[in-house]
């Protein structure tokens, strides 16, 4: 069984504390929109996170209603689900696995099930936080964006909250592998090196995606919620393609489809077994002719002026960025991914 220790243990806590304290800024972003008299930015912010919770905590109840009854935590069903109506379902078991992790580390809790236990608990929290993360941080991010390069100017809450919410999304990627190579035992785990390519390479990719989009929405707002809608219809089409089978019936089946998809919309995330290098050409490929259309309308569209200079710099930077970002992912799979420091040694 994987190893659960007082590093893993310190890194399950720093992220339910990155989660509360991402949850904060987004409030406090909401809040200074309608103070400086903009409530239809505050209220689709709000609304972000709203979808973002509900859509999270549907997803843990399914989990818990199918999990086997020694998984679950010991409190009343009425009480779990009054937690998740309350969308305080997802923070609670957070809780619940720090405190099972706890004794794993601290209780002398070495009985192989223990371990065990620790490890599924780790998993369903860290792929409950990637969806949150994706539904609610990449949005809000791109509206930030937006908000930050129509207005011209960057209050301190807004920067505090892009800086936060692309660290959660990049460490929401990093942390679900981290996870998903604990929770299969035929997985080796990640070296620090590799977490720090892994992290690096989808922090790069992520960027230039959410610039394009932001500068997109600059010039046509209305053209996104076209936009969006079609791209994840055909990420939803490729992830059911894949023939996934995550859930336990088909309606939560659709369900967490329709959530990778939106991840899909940003980053690559993969569902299916097998070797991924044909699919992630095939996804890489898709998203960087979409992003450079998109680029290429706003390079159309906009009107020249001193007020945005800057942007074109900026723009111009994106290819090399996500290519460079390309480049570490590669990087990552011919010499720093697990398997292959494995061989070597």
């Known amino acids: 069984p994987p190893r659960f220790g007082p590093l893993q243990l310190v890194l399950a806590a720093a992220g339910t504390a990155a989660a509360t304290l991402d949850l904060c800024m987004d409030g406090w972003v909401a809040a200074e929109y309608a103070r400086r008299g903009h409530p239809g930015w505050a209220a689709l912010s709000l609304s972000l996170l709203a979808a973002a919770s509900a859509a999270a905590q549907a ?13 679950r935590p010991a409190v009343p069903v009425a009480l779990l689900a009054a937690l998740h109506l309350l969308q305080l379902g997802f923070f609670f078991r957070c809780l619940h696995a720090l405190k099972v992790g706890w004794r794993v580390c601290w209780a002398k809790a070495e009985e192989e099930d ?13 792929m409950l936080r990637l969806f949150e993360t994706f539904l609610e941080n990449t949005p809000q991010l791109t509206l930030l964006l937006y908000i930050i390069l129509r207005t011209n100017k960057a209050e301190l809450s807004q920067g505090l909250g892009m800086g936060t919410a692309f660290l959660c999304v990049s460490w929401s ?48 707002p209305y053209g996104v ?51 991924t290098l044909y699919r992630s050409i095939i996804y890489h490929g898709f998203i960087l002719v979409d992003s450079t259309l998109l680029a290429l309308a706003w390079l159309w569209g906009r009107a020249p002026s001193e007020e945005h200079s800057y942007l074109l710099p900026v723009v111009s930077a994106a290819l090399p960025c996500y290519l460079l970002g390309l480049g570490l992912r590669v990087t990552y799979y011919k010499w720093l991914h697990p398997n292959v420091q494995q061989e070597g040694r």
């Open 59 to 71: 997803c843990s109840w399914l989990w818990l209603r199918s999990d086997p009854p020694a998984l």
């Open 114 to 126: 223990e371990q065990r236990h620790m490890a599924f608990l780790s998993h369903d929290i860290s």
């Open 173 to 220: 990627l990093l942390d679900y592998h981290q996870s998903l190579r604990s929770f299969l035992q035929d997985k080796y785990e990640l070296s620090l090196g590799s977490s720090v390519i892994y992290f690096l390479w989808n922090l790069f990719l992520i960027c230039p995606r959410i610039l394009v989009v932001a500068l997109f929405a600059l010039l046509w």
């Open 225 to 275: 919620a076209v936009h969006f809608p079609l791209v994840w219809l055909a990420m939803f089409l490729w992830v059911s393609l894949q023939g996934t089978d995550f859930m336990e019936s088909p309606g939560p089946e659709q369900l967490y489809r329709a959530m990778v998809a939106v991840i899909l919309y940003f980053s690559w995330f993969n569902v299916a077994q097998g070797r």
